[in-house]
Nanobody, 127 residues
């Protein structure tokens, strides 16, 4: 059974930084692309960032480009999201998802392309 656990979310002030982590077990982590999505109160879940299985290719939503960095450590089965220059509009529950197919990466921006999700971690940016 695949398990996904996010951590690292907390209350932070505007302009601050956070690093989120996501550990995966029960699947060959190094064979699957991964994504970070976020959901703000009253809104639908939206794509934030994605990374290929090897870590060589990354994608970001325009609103986080230049501020967020997605990375992975395949030896530790762990995905990261480094978030800098945080803004109030970054406040959301952040979820990581595991790509549905090994070595698949075509639908990185669509939630339906991921078949396993964690429970989420809350990030709150206070002004």
């Amino acid at each position: 059974q695949v398990q996904v656990v996010e951590s690292g979310g907390r209350l932070v002030q505007v302009g601050g930084s956070l690093r989120l982590s996501c550990t995966v077990s029960g699947r060959t982590f190094s064979s699957y692309a991964m994504g970070w999505f976020r959901q703000a109160p009253g809104l639908e879940r939206e794509f934030a960032a994605a990374i290929s299985w090897s870590g060589t290719t990354t994608y970001y939503v325009d609103s986080v480009k230049g501020r967020f960095t997605i990375s992975r450590d395949n030896a530790k089965n762990t995905l990261y999201l480094q978030m800098n220059s945080l803004r109030p509009e970054d406040t959301a529950v952040y979820f990581c998802g595991v790509e549905r197919r090994p070595y698949g990466f075509e639908k990185y921006g669509w939630g339906g392309g991921y078949d396993v999700w964690g429970q989420g971690t809350q990030v709150t940016v206070s002004s």
